[in-house]
């Protein structure tokens, strides 16, 4: 018999919108804020839009967010978010399976706030995972110098950054199996699991590391959002 299981395999992405961007100090949730013209998580929608591979996008909102209301053909909307990203990325994974996906699926975790991803970003990271067995994220090699710091404020050691790496967004994994390793975890609500590939570690599993871009950083402090603007309109030009 022939092994089609490869063939088969889809790529689902999820997005976790349900944040409130307490950092940023938006007067509403950071990833509806205007961005080159559009709300931020449009232009994160619109780069997965313009990834053939990926079947479906399902945008993960806290209930009762109505923002993105009018989903079109390329994404649905749960009103299912949570207190912790890693807790609305949770639920996200139990709605994607009701809505059809299966175990094997693989599922693209994405956050809303990295507008600037790009769809040749995207498929860089599924032509790296679609044959690992683990599944991998995007990340990048710390550039700078990498300090301890004690409570004082002052640095107390110089830490080695050659084997440091920032992680970023998308991580890529089986939905199956990031689901039991965050349900691994939901008892104490999801403590010490900030991204989907923490979890999987927790599980013994070595994520593969996919050298991303420094534009795609995540919009987190005030400052960012002009130079989010700037990045998008340079594109656009
Ligand atoms: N997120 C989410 N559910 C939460 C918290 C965060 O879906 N309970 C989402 C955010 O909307 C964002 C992504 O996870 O797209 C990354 O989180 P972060 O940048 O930390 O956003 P916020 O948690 O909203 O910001 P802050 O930590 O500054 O409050
Ligand atoms: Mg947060």
Known sequence: MINVSVAQDRCFALLPCAGSGSRAGTAT?????????????????????????????????????????????????????????????????????????????????????????????????????????????????????????????????TLDRADKWLAQTPQMFRIGALHAALAAHAANGFAGITDEASAIEATGAQPLLVRGSAQNFKVTYPEDFALAEAVLTSRDA
């Open 29 to 157: 949730p950071k990833q509806y804020q205007p961005v080159a013209g559009q709300p931020m998580a449009r232009h994160t929608l619109a780069a997965f839009a313009r990834v053939p591979r990926i079947t479906q996008v399902l945008v993960v909102v806290a209930p009762g967010d109505n923002f993105l209301h009018t989903p079109d053909a390329t994404f649905s909307i749960a009103a299912c978010g949570g207190a912790t990203r890693a807790e609305s990325v949770f639920n996200g994974l139990k709605q994607l399976l009701v809505m059809g996906a299966t175990p094997h699926d693989w599922v693209l975790v994405h956050d809303a706030a990295r507008c600037l991803i790009t769809p040749a970003q995207i498929d860089a990271l599924i032509d790296a995972c679609l044959p690992d067995a683990v599944g991998g994220l995007l990340a990048l090699p710390l550039p700078d110098t990498l300090k301890h710091a004690r409570a004082n404020g002052r640095v107390d050691a």
